[in-house]
Structure formats: C-alpha cells, structure tokens
C-alpha cells in the first residue's frame, strides 16, 4: 500500500521532471522543443476533434489482436515444449532463430508476402511476440510439480480438469509474466508496424507529424498513448494478477 | 459373505533404471500378495523397500513393471474408483479445502452430501473455506483424508500418512480413520514402517523385505478393533510378533 510520504515523493518527482521540462524548454526556445503547456493545448484539441481518441482506438485494437494471438499459440506451445523432451528437442532450433530475427524483418516479410493488410499488420506483430511467450511458458511447463500430476492421474480428473485445474494455475506467474514483457514489447512493435504499411493509428500519426516536423503533437501522442497503457496496467493487469495470487500467503 | 479376492498383485520384477550417475535400481522382485473386498491390509517394510513403489504399481501411476494387477471392478464403471492419500498431503494451494475435495468428485457426487458429512466427521468445518497454506500439516491430512474418501473408493491407497506428526495427533487420526473406514468399508492398503501402527490399524499385516521388496510373512492381527486401544494390547501382540519373526526386529 501507497503509504502518504511516498505519494508526496512521487508527486514531487512528477512535478520536478515538469519542472526541468519546462527550463530545458525555455532555454532551448526552439520549435523542436515545445513546454508542457503547448503541448497540453495540443493534446486538449486532439481529443476534441477526436483524432487522438480514434487513432489511439485504432492501435489499442491492434494490440488487443496480436496480444491475444499471440499468448494463445504462446502458451499451447509452450506447454508442449515443456513437456516433451522430443518435440521441445526438435523444435528448439527453429525457436533460436525466431527469437533473433529483429521485429523489423518479420514486418518486412509480412507486408510482402501477404500485402499491406491489416491481417498481415496484426501476424508480424503476433509472431515477433510468440518466440518469447514460448520461452517463457515453457520455463513454466518445465517446472511443473510431479506431485499434482500424480494426484490428478490416481484420481482419475482426465485431461481438461487437469490441464484448467492442475496445469495452468502452476503456470500462471510464467503467463502473467509472459503477458506483461508482452503487452511493453507489442505497445513498440505495433508503432512500427502502423509505420510501415498502415494509414491510422498512432504509429501511423507519430510518422505523419516526423515528416512535418511537428514534435508539439508527437508529444501529445506520446503523453496520450502512456497514460492509457499505464492505466491498462493499473486497471486491468493488476487486478487480474491480485485476484489469481489471493490464496499465497 | 464368501470373502471375494477382490486385488490379485503379482509383480515378477521393478526395476528403475540407471539415470544419469545413479545405479538402476532393483524396488520389487516376485511380490504376490491378495486382498479380500474391504480388507484392511498394512504393507509394512523398512525404508526403501518399495513401498511407495507398489502404491504407484497399483494405481497406475507407474506401469513400467514385470507381472500383473487384477483390480476390483468398480462399483460406478469398469474402472475401480481410487483413493489415494499420498505421504505429503498434496493439496493443490490454489483451491480452497472444499474446492480441493470438490475437484476429484464426479458431478453426481459433489451434490450427495458426502463432503459435508466428511468434513463434519472430521472437524474441518470451519476451515472449508481455508486456503490450504493457512492449515497445519495435521489439518492438511485430514483434508487429504477427506478427499480420498469423498470419492467412494473402490480401493484406498495410504503411503504412511501419518508421518511427521506429533503422536497425540497421529493417534487422532488413525482413530479417525478407523471410524470413517468403519461407516463406508472399502479395500485399504496403508503403508508403513510402524509396527505398532500397522497393529493398531490392520486385519492383516504384510511384511516386506528390504530392497528388492519382497512379501516375508502375512500376519493376521486377530484382535478387536475396540481392544487395540489399550497399549498393552498393542505392545504384548508386537513383542509376540517381534519373538515369533525376528526379521521384524531386523528390519524395523
């Protein structure tokens, strides 16, 4: 729990980097550097008119997407890794490999092999993120007590009460922090991919206003786009994780 | 009643092998023993014979062994339903006592009433809603008891469950056993290397070898439940054994 003196020291060091915003700002006095305020206006009017909410909808919605696919064919593989010393043998060459190519690459092919489609947006993302959910899960898999297995086998549970009951709650810290080093890489990856081949989200906006130059609105994407995640984080995440973990002491 | 055979093992041989630096290991070799329907047996044997072993042989959770294990056929299926109360109670610490009871019921099962008849037996009521790292070791094999019982075995299996507590708690909860065996009879196999427990608790002892396990003597413990309660009953019918096969004092 937040105690009150470390409330203060959080609000005084939120004040302090406006703070030094603000002078690095005023020395400068350049385009390139605008103070908070100007920024803020921007942000305001972005939301008025709607183009900040929308372009944010846009690549929340993506990264829902290539969240979702991705743990999911994360998380089945890994749990097969885990557990077969063959397939995680066979396999784990090829898993080398994805997990070195750069995300830049895999975006690369994507669009050329599939076009400048949303589908190929939301599968490069999904398969830049995937290599490393394995990784993890598979950790997880690895690691499983043989004690609740036999358990589960002499009382006859059968493989979905073991595998919802028995299998997944061990690996929920691996998936929760598979989910969380996932959800900070896609935020960056997605960016990229609107970038590069698509005409809205944020990735899409930040390119726009570099060929303009205009670093007012790029701040006040950033400043938009950090305060939703944060508040996926505190709203979404933490609860989740708080009311998996209430039986540990 | 005719008594019926109603558990037939036979294993030639188990063999665990060589891993890494450790030796293979030989665990059984030509172990025969029967058990008639709602015999109370105590399989017992000096540490590292095995015991743990054929529990695992029984219940299919090891079927990489020589020879061959007639089950009794189930009263719900052709599979016989089994109980196994394990030596650490494994509790699953994510589930709540009776979610833990609940989860290796069948659904017919988890509406009969039994659990709570079971957790009353046992005075687990105020903890069905405890989250098992809250329970004491004691507490946590009641639960484990429960479970085992919950799902109207055909076959119970015990691998010493009573170990690494205090006496008086011990001795608690055998004679809770006793009770709940004694209102819902089933086929028990308990492992142990506690003579005066397999006395106290048995209508037939087996004894075992030291590694490879092997079946040395079958001991009919031909006393009254009631009577086994006096610890000099318990003591003289050991000293007894004890002078009648000195391979107890040996082994245990």
Redesign the interface.
Known sequence: MATRSSVLIQTLSLVALLALWQLAAMLADSRVLPPPLAVLEVLIAGFEDGEVPYHIGITLARVAASFVLAMAIGVAVGIVMGRSKGVDRFFDGWLVLFLNVPALVTIILCYVWFGLVEAAAIAAVAINKIPNVIVTVREGARSLNP??Q??A?????GRA?TLR??VL?QLFPFIAAAARSGLALIWKIVLVVELLGRSNGVGFQLYTFFQLFDVTSIFAYTLAFVAVVQMIELAVLQPLEAK?NR??? | MAPVTQLEIEIREKRYPQVGLAPAHLALRELRMSLRGSEFACVLGPSGCGKTTLL?CI???DESFQGRITLPSGRAGP?P????V?Q?P?L?????VVENIE??LSPGQTRSGLVDELLAATGLEAFRHA?P??LSLGLERRVALV?AFA?QPDLL?LDEPFVSLDEPTAQRLRLLLLQIWRDRPTTVIFVTHDLREAIQLADRIVLLSPAPGTVLAEIPVAIARSERREVAVVEGFRNKLIRENPALYREL
């Open positions: 004690d609740y036999e358990m086998q002499s009382f006859q549970l009460k009951h028995v709650p998996a039986w540990r002491r | 695992h219940a299919g959770l599979r339903v089994i109980g196994y394990f650490n494994r699953l610490p994510w589930r709540t989860l290796v989250y790292g809250r479970r799902v299996l």
